[in-house]
């Protein structure tokens, strides 16, 4: 896998560090400082008005443009190798001010069940009250998939693989589908990230990711970004900076710094997620494990064909259902109860309190979200300790013992 820099071609490792970073010069800092201005001033109007209108780089006002947030917008531009991105406040604002913006009334948008509970909530509560239609196809059947897209489609919506039953999605076969009707592929790929799939290659218009995820990596800011076609780029960010979801430069210069160690961090989320999974596949308390990596994963074949590595989360049920689950969280002492993913320390929580709390139990089943599912993003830890903890708490699980 290469990224192209400064007309270079170069590994991600290399790109996550140097992309959007200008040479200094002597005496300045090697690290990008924060741009705390709101404002940039300007004594030649001349110039003024052509940066203004966009004839000339430069910045006039930070809820447009900020050269920390553009250093930030060209990393990730870099390693999804796409014409363009621009960013956003979260992940969610992404998400919405990409759809709002390519979506009018009378348009379609095809998609899948189960994608995160927001997204759902967008397609299923907000997207018709604007005269949008949304309609969302089983996430393994990619032939209902492919008839629903003939009938004509705006947007064709992926997210693979997908939160938090990891399914996996043929991108490129569905982004041919959605090409032969003129619709727009857009890939949530915040679960993969650009060091194990790369979208925009596979045939997609749009790739977009929570940055809060795993490109930051240590839970400490909240970001959007969306990378992609150089016209599409334009319509979002034109549509953000006048609704005003803009990324905050503090944030951005955390989420590039969290950036510089992408591929160290996801090797080992990939490493350490695939010695967890296995592990737990031969457990006698766990029912089913859902991670591509898995052979006996139903996306294990296409997931072989379009990523690098599996990813660093994973899902798993338990021999008891709920209940079962409401007594294991307490009793793992490397994991944090949260509802959060991507980070440097293993996170795990159900569907109902993380990914899916937006929506009721039913609406759950009916995108097919067992309540006793766990969701366990694994961090960066020695894996013999979290296949320890793990060991530990499902062993007092059986015996059931009171939590340490």
């Known amino acids: 896998m290469q990224n192209h820099l400064d007309g270079r071609a170069v590994g991600p490792g290399t790109a996550s560090v140097w992309a959007g970073e200008s040479n200094q010069g002597d005496g300045e800092p090697t690290v990008r400082p924060i741009s705390r201005g709101v404002t940039y001033g300007y004594t030649d109007l001349e110039a003024w008005t052509d940066v203004a209108l966009g004839n000339r780089p430069g910045h006039i006002y930070s809820r447009n443009t900020n050269p920390t947030v553009a250093a930030f917008e060209e ?27 390519l979506l009018e009334q009378g348009d379609r948008v095809v ?79 915040t679960f993969a990230t650009p060091i194990n799939q790369r979208p925009l290659e596979l045939g997609a218009d749009l790739v977009l990711h929570s940055a809060t995820k795993f490109l930051g990596g240590h839970s400490d800011a909240l970001g959007g970004v969306v990378a992609g076609r150089a016209d599409l780029i334009q319509r979002l960010f034109h549509f953000r900076e006048i609704n005003g979801a803009t990324l905050d430069a503090e944030a951005a210069y955390l989420l590039a710094r969290g950036m510089k160690t992408l591929e160290l961090r996801v090797e080992r989320h990939n490493t350490n997620a695939s010695a967890v999974a296995a592990y737990l596949a031969d457990h006698d308390a766990v029912e089913e494990v859902f991670y591509p990596g898995l052979p006996t994963d139903s996306g294990h074949h296409i997931a072989r064909k379009q ?3 599996f990813g660093g989360v994973l899902s798993f049920t338990l021999r008891g259902g709920a209940e079962a689950v409401w007594r294991l969280l307490p009793r793992l002492r490397f994991a944090n109860r949260a509802a959060h993913l991507g980070a440097v320390d293993t996170l795990v929580g159900p569907p109902s309190t993380t990914s899916h709390v937006e929506l009721s139990r039913d609406e759950r089943a009916a995108a097919g979200i067992p309540e006793g599912l766990v969701r366990y993003s694994v961090g960066i830890e020695n894996v013999q300790d979290l296949i320890a903890d793990l060991d530990a708490a499902l062993a007092a699980l059986g015996a059931g013992s009171a939590p340490a």
């Open 75 to 101: 990393k990730l531009r870099t390693l999804e190798d796409g014409e363009a991105a621009t960013s956003f406040s979260t992940g969610m604002a992404a998400i919405s001010n990409t759809l709002f913006a």
């Open 111 to 189: 998609s899948v069940l189960d994608t995160y509970g927001a997204t759902n909530k967008i397609f299923n509560d907000w997207l018709p009250r604007f005269g949008i239609v949304a309609t969302l196809c089983d996430t393994t059947d990619h032939e209902q998939l492919e008839r629903e897209i003939a009938k004509g489609a705006r947007v064709v919506y992926l997210e693979s693989p997908t939160n938090p039953t990891l399914k996996v999605l043929d991108i490129e076969r569905l982004a041919r589908a959605g090409h032969a009707v003129g619709a727009t592929v857009v890939v949530d790929n």
């Open 307 to 309: 990523m690098r590595g």
